[in-house]
């Protein structure tokens, strides 16, 4: 059955999560999407040299872009095909750090979507432990590509 004109397609999330992926800063960190559970991708990460900082362990800056791109996958299939969302508020604790080489995964929940926000969660794990935790809200708006040309 096709979706509703206003309905966003699994093609659609597909696309809209690989773009989300596709900018040069998570491309030069290596970030891919992986493990699609429920709709709803994550971000697999294995830190090299350039998501180290000084002292060779994952950078804190590069935590936070996972966890507000893992957090955006979340809320991408909750979003109209006429809609996109861009943060407005982060919030991270950072709790263990992660070596070069270690296998990564980013995952985001949502928690809440009202007409205008979005409230999303994210976890940041390396196979044994949680490294990062993040809330992230979202503001909805109309995407660009849809919005009416004046």
């Not at 999330?13 to 998570?26: H, K, M």
């Not at 095909?81 to 709790?95: G, L, M, P």
């Not at 909805?140 to 919005?147: G, K, L, N, V």
């Amino acid at each position: 059955m096709p979706a509703a004109p206003d309905e966003i397609t699994v093609d659609e999330i597909d696309r809209r999560s690989q773009n989300a992926l596709e900018v040069p800063l998570l491309r030069f960190l290596g970030a891919s999407l992986v493990d699609r559970d429920d709709g709803c991708w994550s971000i697999g990460l294995t830190p090299g040299p350039n998501a180290l900082n000084a002292v060779e362990v994952l950078h804190g800056g590069v935590m936070a872009i996972v966890l507000d791109v893992a957090a955006y996958l979340a809320v991408v299939g909750h979003l109209s095909s006429e809609e996109e969302a861009v943060t407005i508020a982060f919030s991270a604790s950072y709790i263990a750090g992660a070596g070069r080489d270690e296998q990564l995964r980013a995952r985001g929940s949502l928690m809440r979507r009202t007409r205008g926000l979005a409230f999303a969660s994210a976890e940041l794990r390396n196979d044994s432990q949680l490294l990062a935790s993040a809330n992230v809200t979202k503001a909805i708006r109309t995407s660009p590509a849809t919005a009416p040309r004046r």
